[in-house]
């Protein structure tokens, strides 16, 4: 991602209050994690799940293979929940071929619950 477009957004999204964090190397961006509360329904294509305070985890974006950062910046997101009295965490994954994402969050204990409806 350029370097750029990642500090404009990374610059609104602390404007919004919304808790962002980043790993560099060698001042480049190779993981960025932002997550949001919310306390809204949550439409999906078979049933609606009701309001609940809940953190979405926005973005989960690594760049850096191998280095267990994906698990790290997840466990940040869990200590997020803990230390703010959050007790349900989520995240909308479009899967790829090839997925890799899907099975460390799937090992963190996220169940697939449904598929969102369209607006």
């Not at 999906?44 to 305070?53: D, E, G, R, V």
Request: proline share 2%; charged share 30%; aromatic share 14%.
């Amino acid at each position: 991602m350029e370097m750029w477009i990642l500090k404009k957004w990374y610059e609104k999204c602390i404007k919004e209050g919304r808790e962002c964090y980043t790993y560099e190397v060698d001042q480049e961006v190779k993981a960025f994690l932002m997550l949001k509360e919310e306390n809204e329904v949550i439409k999906t294509h078979t049933h609606p799940i009701p309001a609940t305070k809940r953190v979405k985890i926005a973005t989960l974006k690594v760049d850096f293979r191998g280095s267990k950062i994906g698990e790290l910046f997840l466990k940040m997101a869990f200590q997020y929940c803990i230390n703010n009295q959050i007790f349900e965490i989520y995240l909308t994954h479009f899967e790829t071929e090839d997925d890799t994402l899907t099975y460390l969050i799937e090992n963190f204990g996220f169940e697939k619950v449904g598929e969102l409806a369209k607006k």
